[in-house]
């Protein structure tokens, strides 16, 4: 079934889009939880309530990529898990080194209070990664997005693991330079 | 303003999708997606050592530069050539209107490990490259001197290479990791000057990546016998010396003549991943800024038995990337046993 058709099971109140969206997408969801959460039981339980979310929000949503709209709920669920059971559960499970590896490669900014704010600076590092090479863009998504292990970046693309943390840095550094430019407080 | 690493992890969520499409890790053809994040120490271990390897690897070509920065070009290294170099906004996902809310089935489901499809699983390939335009090497060498170098004179034609028969019968084979031989292209060159002879051997994993468009990691090994570095004249000797490593400083007349820093050190601690992250010792580092970009580079030897093996490291150095630049040589490979060698006995 495709996206088009899940969604508008969705419309229709259907229960069946619940069961397609887990067919499609539940992998990819719990691939992504898991990579934040570091536990299969916490990545399962984020996937239920990503389609539970999913079920409550489409409608009025209507998203144009439901593999992405879904992903994101579930990172973010994921996120607030990892933070919820972060001080009973730090040390478990796979996760906690690309947490730690992230330390160094978000950019050190300061996230604004105001919305308008924070969409304008999610605007300036879109726009940026927009800039960079291809093999950069998606080596710095996977990291600061999807939270693949650096290990498993470099495996992907086939380059050392070095080389990646190198691509990482000079990353951030970049966006770094970017937002301070533009008025960010970096 | 929020400060936190995790909020602004949260905001990224609403990265344009065109962007976490095209990273999708998990898209595609089969492959291991996520579950291999939960594979243990092994696989770890094992990449580290094949990254390390990697690192080696993309030296090929330094090694040469350093040889003739030996024989007469003092500080070429670090000045790498200009003409090689490179140099939507999405909202949050997260939906909160809820309208009726009918509570959908429970979602079941094994938490089987998801198995994405299409990503290919990178293989390291053994296999020899042979450049276009190379002189072809006996069968079993993996060797490879890339043309441009070799065409611009950094190279010395009359290079050799050794088969991996011939170079395991070398005494100081023992002292690198096999591993590196037999799954790295490597080259080995034996250099004579009026300082002595010296053999460099360097591993590269991509010759189609320029060393100094790739800067990310480089190593080559030289491996002297004490003896000629015993002979061999100026900055290294005393480099050498670890009395004249712990005192070096920026005030220090060699790197007042030349910014590369070289290190000699016994065995263990260097070779320790964690000696690495040392403030001391990436304060050493000589760092580098051109066009925007920047990279650090640094000089270590190490003595094993009767030879020294002298390491080169450029790129940049983070904490991480401090743990992973020793090919072939580490507590993996050797054992303190095998390269214990009395301080007092060291005749520089």
């Given amino acids: 079934m495709n996206d088009a058709e899940i969604i508008e099971l969705y419309f229709a109140r259907s229960e069946d889009a619940i069961r397609e969206s887990e067919k499609k997408y539940a992998g990819y969801c719990r691939s992504i939880s898991y990579g934040i959460v570091g536990s299969h039981e916490d990545a399962e339980e984020c996937v239920n309530d990503t389609l539970l979310r999913a079920w409550n929000s489409i409608p009025p949503n209507r998203p144009d990529n439901l593999r992405v709209y879904l992903g994101r709920i579930a990172r973010n669920l994921s996120i607030d898990r990892y933070r919820g059971t972060m001080s009973k559960k730090r040390g478990e499970g796979a996760s906690e080194v690309s947490w730690d590896e992230l330390q160094n490669v978000l950019p050190a900014v300061a996230l604004p209070d105001d919305e308008e704010d924070e969409e304008a600076l999610l605007r300036s590092i879109n726009a940026f990664l927009g800039e960079q090479k291809e093999l950069y863009r998606k080596v710095f998504v996977q990291k600061v997005w999807y939270l693949v292990p650096v290990r498993r970046i470099a495996e992907l693309h086939g380059i050392s693991e070095s080389k990646t943390v190198s691509i990482l840095y000079r990353m951030r550094r970049k966006l770094e330079a970017k937002l301070r430019k533009e008025g960010f407080p970096v | ?348």
């Avoid at chain 2, 949050?92 to 809820?98: G, H, K, L």
């Avoid at chain 2, 190379?134 to 010395?156: F, Q, Y």
């Avoid at chain 2, 591993?203 to 480089?218: A, G, Q, V």
């Avoid at chain 2, 303190?336 to 060698?341: A, G, K």
């Fill in chain 2, 1 to 348: 303003m929020k400060t936190e690493n995790n909020d602004m992890l949260q905001a990224l969520t609403g990265l344009d999708e065109r962007w976490i499409e095209e990273a999708d890790p998990y898209a595609g053809p089969k492959s291991d997606g996520g579950v291999k994040r939960a594979e243990g120490a092994s696989v770890i271990r094992a990449t580290r050592l094949r990254m390390a390897a990697g690192f080696a690897v993309a030296a090929i070509v330094l090694v040469a530069v350093i040889v003739l920065a030996k024989q007469g070009l003092p500080g070429f290294l670090i000045k790498k050539p200009s003409d090689q170099r490179p140099g939507g906004g999405g909202t949050t996902a997260t939906p909160t209107q809820a309208l009726t809310t009918p509570t959908p089935e429970p979602v079941t489901g094994t938490p089987t490990p998801y198995i994405p499809e299409g990503t290919p699983t990178p293989t390291l390939s053994p296999t020899p490259y042979t450049p276009e335009g190379t002189p072809t090497p006996t069968p079993d060498i993996g060797i490879v001197v890339p043309d441009p170098w070799a065409e611009h004179g950094l190279l010395p034609r009359d290079w050799h290479s050794l088969s991996l028969a011939e170079l395991k019968s070398r005494e100081y084979y023992r002292y690198l990791s096999p591993e590196l031989f037999t799954t790295y292209r490597y080259n080995v060159m034996t250099q004579s000057n009026k300082q002595g002879h010296y053999e460099v051997i360097s591993f590269t994993r991509d010759l189609n990546d320029s060393i100094w468009e790739n800067d990310s990691n480089i190593i080559l090994v030289i491996v002297r016998e004490k003896e000629d570095v015993k002979n061999y004249e100026g900055r290294r000797v005393n480099a050498l010396d670890l009395d004249a490593y712990a005192v070096i400083d920026n005030e220090d007349p060699i790197l007042q003549q030349d910014p590369e820093v070289f290190y000699s050190m016994k065995y263990s601690p260097i070779f320790r991943y964690e000696e690495l992250t040392d403030e001391v010792l990436k304060h050493r580092l000589v760092h580098h800024e051109e066009d925007g970009e920047t990279y650090d580079q640094i000089w270590f030897g190490v003595e094993a038995g009767d030879y020294v093996f002298e390491y080169l490291f450029r790129g940049t150095l983070t904490d991480e990337t401090a743990t992973l630049f020793i090919p072939g040589v580490g507590e993996d490979q050797l054992q303190p046993e095998e390269l214990s060698v009395p301080y007092d006995d060291r005749q520089y």
